[in-house]
């Protein structure tokens, strides 16, 4: 750890304010093609667990669901410190490891998949119209939790992810690619959402 990530580490110890609990980063297909995209992403998840957060989402955006089953079988073997589990386009199955990885399964279509599981409770009469609500939809949401921290790499401008959980998110923007993304660039996400005062809307 070089003399600057040392000095960011020691004020984000001495904050006053909790680090974030959840931790999400968007990146896309394109930046796992880069040379050492997957060792960025391992030690990305050692910086996470390492500075405080207990649970880690990563989004992979893709245009091309051909690469689905390729990203699939690489990241099911990310190296991690903790449990993974890993989601595509198609799966329904809640994702409730520490670390989530979701590939290509955008927030418009789970959210439409959540809304049409309650429209068939709803039509087989297991659930009344005034039932539905906020909690209906997050119970069958593939991923449930929503992130403290939302870390978008690349640009500033957000994909179809977590679309429903990360409305009170802190989003924070960096124009450091993925391939160049280092623990100094972490840390200071991480601080300046400790620098925030959260609003969850108000």
Do not use: C
């Not at 699939?72 to 991690?80: C, Q």
């Not at 068939?120 to 609500?133: K, M, Q, R």
């Amino acid at each position: 750890m070089g003399l600057y990530d040392r000095y960011l580490a020691l004020r984000h110890r001495l904050h006053d304010a909790d680090p974030p609990a959840h931790v999400a980063v968007v990146i896309t297909e394109r930046d796992l093609l880069e040379q050492g995209a997957y060792e960025t992403l391992s030690e990305f998840l050692g910086w996470a667990f390492e500075y405080g957060a207990e649970r880690v989402t990563i989004s992979v955006s893709v245009l091309d669901e051909a690469v689905v089953p390729t990203l699939e079988r690489e990241l099911r073997t990310v190296d991690g410190p903790r449990p993974v589990a890993v989601r595509g386009p198609g799966d329904t199955e809640r994702a409730d490891a520490p670390i989530r990885i979701n590939i290509g399964l955008g927030g418009k279509r789970e959210f439409a998949a959540a809304v049409q599981g309650i429209a068939e409770s709803v039509d087989a009469g297991d659930l009344g119209p005034e039932s539905v609500d906020a909690e209906q939809i997050e119970d069958r949401l593939v991923f449930d939790d929503e992130p403290d921290l939302l870390i978008k790499t690349g640009a500033e401008r957000l994909s179809d992810f977590l679309i429903w959980q990360s409305v009170y998110s802190e989003l924070y923007f960096t124009d450091v690619n993925w391939r160049d993304f280092r623990r100094r660039d972490y840390l200071r996400a991480v601080l300046d959402y400790q620098n925030r005062q959260r609003r969850f809307g108000r």
